[in-house]
């Protein structure tokens, strides 16, 4: 389970609450439709009795005769086109789900279903109160008017620091519209306040707006949750069940890394989760404000390795957008 026990059941309730209205609704378009149709009525009494004839047959292992069956079938088909006639949909009388994996269950064959799990993502996002800086943060409200035009990326080729974060946002639009069939891991290096937590914002809205399960955590707190949850005796405890999430999920985002205590246990655990997730093919993002030769003195060769052979590498430059933002 990934959740303590209070967040499971306030996600099982959100389902029931969804059947409740999923039966609520279709009795009014039942009670409407059977205004509208008032034969419906007595098409939909002499299908019920037929159908349940049948059943009790079969259970008393009588043979049910091809007449009964034919006389069933015929009554549908009827009912079917006095509906249609109406000027209504047949399936105007079935129920109606959010969800038509898991019929608004949650599980579909006894396992979570994928609206579960971005329903468990979407109750963590909101406990850390990062759902309000995604609204702040996306690709909907990027801009470039903090980006210095005069800071020249690239002396030869005369690149712009603007034109090069389009470059940038380009990258990280394609990596989630090509994630479903691609995934990949992203490696954002530079300094502090250049743009790179905007940008994995921007990348954890779109992915969780497609269904995909993101878990976002500083380095601070992944570091915190795994050695927590690996000491811990609760094997429901909230620490090991985050731990779950985080090996469990689509999408990894890691911020800030080089923040945390760096020693030989977060270094054991770092590797773990790292080389764990590209063993199960899962896709993590990395920011940090090292530089790569920085991450190579910081890290174990294993750790290091990993990241710069396996991660496509985007260099964030230029001065701090905050100080810019602040002072204009």
Do not use: W
Not at 64 to 87: N, S
Not at 185 to 210: D, M, R, S, W, Y
């Amino acid at each position: 389970m990934s959740l303590n026990n209070g967040q499971y059941n306030q996600i099982m309730r959100v389902y029931e609450d969804r059947q409740r209205m999923n039966r609520l609704e279709l009795d009014d378009r039942r009670q409407r439709i059977y205004h509208a149709i008032p034969r419906l009525v007595a098409y939909d009494a002499a299908i019920n009795e037929a159908a349940a004839g049948l059943a009790r047959a079969a259970l008393k292992g009588i043979e049910c005769g091809r007449e009964a069956r034919k006389r069933l079938e015929d009554l549908r088909e009827e009912r079917d086109m006095l509906i249609t006639a109406g000027g209504y949909a047949v399936t105007d009388l079935e129920l109606r789900y959010r969800c038509g994996a898991c019929k608004d269950t949650g599980y579909v064959d006894g396992k979570k279903c994928r609206c579960f799990k971005q329903q468990e993502i979407a109750l963590l996002y909101r406990e850390s109160g990062l759902e309000k800086q995604l609204e702040k943060e996306n690709f909907d409200t990027m801009t470039d008017r903090y980006y210095d035009p005069a800071y020249i990326v690239n002396r030869e080729s005369g690149l712009t620091l603007p034109a090069y974060m389009e470059r940038v946002a380009d990258v990280c639009r394609r990596y989630t519209e090509e994630f479903s069939q691609k995934g990949g891991n992203l490696l954002f290096t530079g300094p502090a306040g250049v743009g790179k937590t905007f940008f994995t914002h921007c990348i954890a809205k779109e992915l969780i707006e497609q269904s995909v399960s993101v878990v976002y955590v500083t380095a601070v707190q992944l570091m915190d949750t795994m050695t927590g949850a690996r000491m811990s005796d609760d094997a429901d405890s909230e620490t090991v069940n985050r731990a779950g999430l985080i090996g469990d999920c689509e999408l990894l985002i890691i911020d800030d890394l080089g923040t945390e205590l760096n020693n030989s246990m977060t270094n054991s655990e770092l590797f773990r989760v790292l080389d764990g997730r590209l063993k199960k093919g899962q896709a993590t993002v990395i920011s940090t404000n090292l530089s790569v030769n920085d991450l190579r003195d910081t890290y174990a060769d294993r750790i290091a390795s990993r990241i710069l052979s396996e991660y496509k590498i985007i260099r964030f430059c230029g001065p701090d957008i905050r100080i810019r933002k602040n002072y204009g």
